[in-house]
């Protein structure tokens, strides 16, 4: 596959307290020494509507959020942000680095909210319009092991997720490893319950060798 034309999609998912802010950095670091043109982005947010969107589902106040509504804003928001941001960067040859896209509606409300993976995926595909990342990397946990590390953060900003139940964080890990097993082509599992430094080194192997892949 070519992708010398189009940007590479790549997207970094795990749960909460997995270290994805430390792996964003090397995987920017990596890119700029292959000299790929790149944007960092998250989601849900990357631009305005987007992000005032983020607002509002990440709101601790918004405990009486049904499951289904929160589902459909974070695909609202996966929309614009795609609309906007991540289709216009790949047509002009600009890989992109996001921050979550939409395993981690699969995940979270598929399945530890119980809405059911397929029809959140039907949801995503009609907003997305059936675009998947090209790679994606998942870095994989124990809740328990995350949350410790949330807790132990003090610069992090506490949101409405992190004030689920340890067993809300475990289906969300089962949640992963089975979306994992849907497209083993596309999404590579590393362990983050490694150091810094090992999980660091394995991101920069995996991408180096995808790079290489994709830009012949």
Known sequence: MNHQAKGLFITLEGGDGSGKTTVMREMEQVLREQGVEFVTTREPGGIEIAEKIRSIILNPQHTAMDARTEALLYAASRRQHLAEKVEPSLDKGITVLCDRFLDSSLAYQGYARGLGMDE???????ATKGRFPDLTFYLDITPEAGLARIASSQSRE?????????????????????????YPERIRIVDASLSKEQVAAEIRRQLSVTLKDFMI
């Open 120 to 126: 959140v995926l039907e949801i995503n595909l009609f």
């Open 158 to 182: 506490v949101n409405r997720l992190d004030m689920e139940s340890l067993q809300f964080h475990q289906k969300v890990r089962e949640g992963y490893l089975l979306i994992a097993e849907m």
